[in-house]
């Protein structure tokens, strides 16, 4: 067959007819493609419509402003609904069963706009949760009473208080530790839509008030330690732009000047690190020379003060350094007289006795769920270390108190014993950690006698000097 006869053939005229046709065919998907595909804000709204119940089409709020790390929760993001102007929040409660407990909250404003009219859905995503062991134990009549009981001024607690025990609107759940994280996330909710609805911002007590020149430190990254007659504090400031957060170790003595201090973490602008003073300068000094340069409010001079001790150039950096060196100064006394270790410690229901160097506590621990409270007999002698420990009312789930580990094998051991399981802040370190030591099937109430032998022999000094007539 010659090519023209070729061309003129049956074959030749489908094979056009297929190629036409997958032509138009591949256009038309292409097309169809553009028209439905769905992106990642289609998607997203979609997801939020099912946290509503409806479909709706919402608007993320600008909270980067706001107070938004709250005693009881977290508020992570705002978005309002622009179908009816209601509000959906993602909210992290506080002090859940694992942690944090991650809910969705729908809030509904008064007429006016301004204040928190009600609370619609509440919902807690189990994939969301993992350390909520007992989440699908809560049913959905139960999400439904927010809603329900709303009225003004309401605290909901649902679950457990902050001692371990029943709340006031106490409902039987059988996750009631996370009934108390999500409880706290519908209040978290509605003190912070309160203050945005009316424009305002949340004022809370400021948990770091007795301390001096704190203003630029970041309290929660910033920790010491206490030994003859030195604190040495492991300091973090916050950015004073642009200079990013400095991190510093700092040791001040008994005459209260600076023994010893080095950047760890320099936060200076790149390229402006070599104009920094040199910090060791600072060895020698006292307070007073830091509040000769800036002041006795320790404020921010300026960028073109003149003061050759802190205008070099990095001027922002250089005065981080410095506000940290006077808050570690300013603070020794307190600090000297001040509690170690207290996050887990009953304050109000523990006390110590001094005789012949031994210092002997009553101590009482507060509830880390499921364990509930211990109350401890401890013996601290003169070398630090524990003379004598016995538990005098047990908190651990009933069942479990068998898998404790024996208290007397404490017997012996000093702080480094304490913080080589659990690090320097003496943090819990999970329920499968795998240490021997306290991993034994109750680890939370092992961790809880721990917490309290370590609180009992750092704080030796202090309770000690005390006991002699010392200022608390």
Known sequence: MTAKDFFKSTAFKCLVTLLCVLLVSGIFLTIMHGLLEVTDEEKFQRFLSGIYDKQVTTTEQDISKKNTNLSNAVINNVYKVEDDGNYILNVSGKNGYGGNVLCWVVIMPNSDGKSVGGVGNVKVPIADNPGESFLNQISSSVFDKFGQDFKNDIVYEYGYDENGSNGSMYVNTGASYTMRGISNAVNGAITFMNAFLSGEDIKEDDPWENFAFHEFINMEQTSWTKADGVITYTVTTKPCAPADPFKLEIKVGADKTIT?????????????????????????????????????DMAYIGDYSGNADISTGATRSNYLCMYAAAFAIANYDYISNLKVYTEYINLDDTTAQAADGVVTYSVTTKAFSPTVSFKLEIKVGADK?????????????EGYDSDMFNVKSLVGKDLAYFTGICGDDMAYIGDYSGNADISTGATRSNYLCMYAAAFAIANYDSYLAQANGGNE
């Open 260 to 296: 010893d201090i080095a950047i760890t973490k320099n936060g200076s602008t790149e390229g402006y690190e070599t104009d920094m003073f040199n910090v060791k300068s600072l060895v020698g000094k006292d307070l007073a020379y830091f509040t000769g340069i800036c002041g006795d």
């Open 385 to 397: 270390t524990i003379t004598d420990i016995s538990i005098t009312k047990n908190g651990s789930t």
